[in-house]
């Protein structure tokens, strides 16, 4: 099993920046990827950014420029670098990791997710 604690979520002005964090514990062999995913109330939960073990990554179109996705393999942390932060930023944000399929009963079948911290974005 895997465990995902984040941090850094906070109220900031809108130009502003924050870094968001997510560490990872446990069976963290498992993880193949992870990423962030956000939900604003009243929306659906959308991928913000993704990056695999190998450094690969991917943006949804919104935030590019804006946000930086990295992962530190050795500490088994995610970080989402927000920069320029807009009002429609304002959402609770998610990390995720996306599993291997070599062991789901070591893994599981359907990735984890952390408990989602709010961003707000005023003005």
């Known amino acids: 099993q895997v465990q995902l604690v984040e941090s850094g979520g906070e109220l900031v002005q809108a130009g502003g920046s924050l870094r968001l964090s997510c560490a990872a514990s446990?069976?963290?062999?498992?993880?193949?990827?992870m990423g962030w995913y956000r939900q604003a109330p009243g929306k659906e939960r959308e991928s913000v950014a993704a990056?695999?073990?190998?450094?690969?990554?991917a943006y949804i179109d919104s935030v590019k420029g804006r946000f930086t996705i990295s992962m530190d393999n050795a500490k088994n942390t995610l970080y989402l670098q927000m920069d320029s932060l807009k009002s429609e930023d304002t959402a609770v944000y998610y990390c995720?990791?996306?599993?291997?399929?070599?062991?789901?009963?070591?893994?599981?079948?359907?990735?984890?997710w952390g408990q989602g911290t709010q961003v707000t974005v005023s003005s």
């Open positions: 990056i695999a073990r190998t450094g690969t990554t």
């Open positions: 995720h990791a996306d599993i291997y399929p070599y062991s789901t009963a070591r893994c599981g079948r359907n990735g984890y």
């Open positions: 446990g069976d963290t062999i498992c993880i193949a990827g």
